[in-house]
């Protein structure tokens, strides 16, 4: 709230635009909203890589209610990622700490990012993703979310001014408020997916800026996942 209160013109502003932009909104399309083309957006992306984050919601995260051994074993409504925090790939190293992890969209993506030097977020409820993401200086965002959400997050966007790429869900996505307000609080028993045309298109943009990686250990910075370094 505090970094709303910092803005509150542009907050008043974009209060009363907002019904315009969501009216041109794509429900089932990547919404782009950066003001020059892709290609110019990406080449920023990767120079300002501090200021660049990929965040993909905790809703992705494998689960399954009948069978604890298909669920991450991180547990879900958290910003974690047992599988990334035990990477070690200065020592090319890693293992997975269940199956599930294999097929898991946020560890590998999680996995190419961190090692090209962005930080990478697990986003949980809407209170974090304003705490974590909309009071550090970010300028690009790719994010993953459902058409729902990725509504109204695209009022923040424009209040911060953070060009983004948002990749909406086209199953187990929360439809109505209700869903919404539930899966803000934890309580979520579908695991989200992309399309497969934008899963493909997702993972080629994440091989496209993480083309310069490193081999690094994997430390967490409050909830943000980063490269250590050290
Ligand atoms: S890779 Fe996916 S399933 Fe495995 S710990 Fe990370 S978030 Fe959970």
Redesign the pocket.
């Known amino acids: 709230m505090h970094s709303f209160l910092n803005h509150p013109i542009k907050t008043l502003k974009e209060f009363f635009l907002f019904p315009t932009y969501i009216s041109k909104k794509d429900d089932f399309l990547p919404v782009c909203f950066f003001s020059e083309d892709k290609k110019a957006f990406l080449k920023q992306f990767s120079k300002h890589k501090s200021k660049s984050l990929v965040a993909i919601g905790y809703c992705s995260?494998?689960y399954n209610s009948q069978d604890k051994r298909l669920c991450?074993?991180?547990g879900r409504f958290n910003h974690r990622?047992?599988?990334?925090e035990n990477i070690n790939l200065k020592a090319n190293s890693f293992s997975?700490?269940?199956t599930?992890?294999k097929e898991?969209i946020?560890?590998k993506v999680g996995k190419e990012v961190i090692a090209a030097g962005y930080p990478f977020y697990?986003m949980t409820s809407a209170m974090d993703i304003a705490k974590d993401v909309f009071s550090f200086p970010f300028k690009r965002a790719i994010l993953t979310l459902c058409p729902y959400s990725s509504t109204i997050i695209l009022y923040p966007l424009r209040i911060f001014n953070i060009e983004a790429i948002i990749f909406q869900y086209i199953s187990g996505d929360c439809r109505t408020y209700k869903e919404f307000d539930l899966a803000d609080r934890g309580i979520k028993r579908d695991t989200t997916n992309l399309s497969m045309i934008d899963l493909k298109e997702f993972l080629k943009i994440v091989e496209e800026i993480s083309y310069d990686k490193f081999f690094v250990k994997v430390k967490r910075e409050g909830n943000f996942l980063i490269g250590d370094w050290d």
């Open positions: 995260k494998p991450c074993p991180s990622c047992m599988f990334l997975y700490p269940s599930v992890c898991c946020i560890g697990i």
